[in-house]
């Protein structure tokens, strides 16, 4: 195992810059810091979902092992010239995806993000997901990413979206669907 943190303060970062693991120093708004930081933003509203009480064992584990996943991306994008994420991946997201989805009626209305505690987490970890993705694409106009990064956030996004709809039939039974009516 790697090294353990003793002292969480190291002042290094008191003049606006912070490190990339493999030493380099570069400012706190460096497109690579911004895409890994929205990613632990992303995990830790994962988090979030997980911590509601009673959501389904499968959600749970699925959820965790994607938890593991995002830690390993966000030191792919923290470690210039480190890989991790591969197609596979990414494949097993999908399947994931479809084997959820395959139960949960077709959307025929846009439905609004809300529902109980874990829907409501999941739909804003899929937010702060999809904008996870736009910033490893806003680093990638100017550093080396491999295209898996953000095609696995892409699909993440939307596993999200589907585990947000199993989780509305757990907690509540049904979605709200959005009203195109302005006098609501």
Not at 51 to 57: C, F
Request: overall charge negative.
């Amino acid at each position: 195992m790697g090294h353990r943190l003793s002292k969480i303060y190291t002042r290094t970062g008191d003049q606006g810059t912070t490190g990339l693991g493999d030493g380099a120093r570069v400012a706190k708004t460096h497109a690579l810091i911004d895409a890994y930081g929205t990613v632990d933003e992303a995990n830790s509203a994962i988090g979030m979902v997980l911590a509601v009480a009673g959501i389904p064992d499968n959600i749970a584990q699925l959820l965790t092992r994607i938890q593991h996943e995002l830690f390993d991306l966000g030191s792919e994008l923290a470690v210039p010239g480190y890989r991790v994420m591969q197609q596979q991946h990414i494949d097993i997201l999908e399947q994931e995806l479809d084997l959820l989805n395959e139960d949960l009626p077709m959307l025929k209305e846009f439905i609004l993000p809300g529902g109980g505690p874990a829907t409501s987490a999941c739909h804003l970890a899929r937010t702060i997901t999809r904008r996870a993705e736009r910033s490893v694409w806003a680093a990638m106009e100017s550093e080396t990413v491999a295209l898996e990064v953000p095609q696995y956030l892409n699909r993440l996004s939307d596993l999200l979206f589907v585990i947000a709809r199993v989780l509305v039939r757990h907690e509540r039974g049904a979605e709200v669907l959005w009203k195109h009516d302005k006098s609501r």
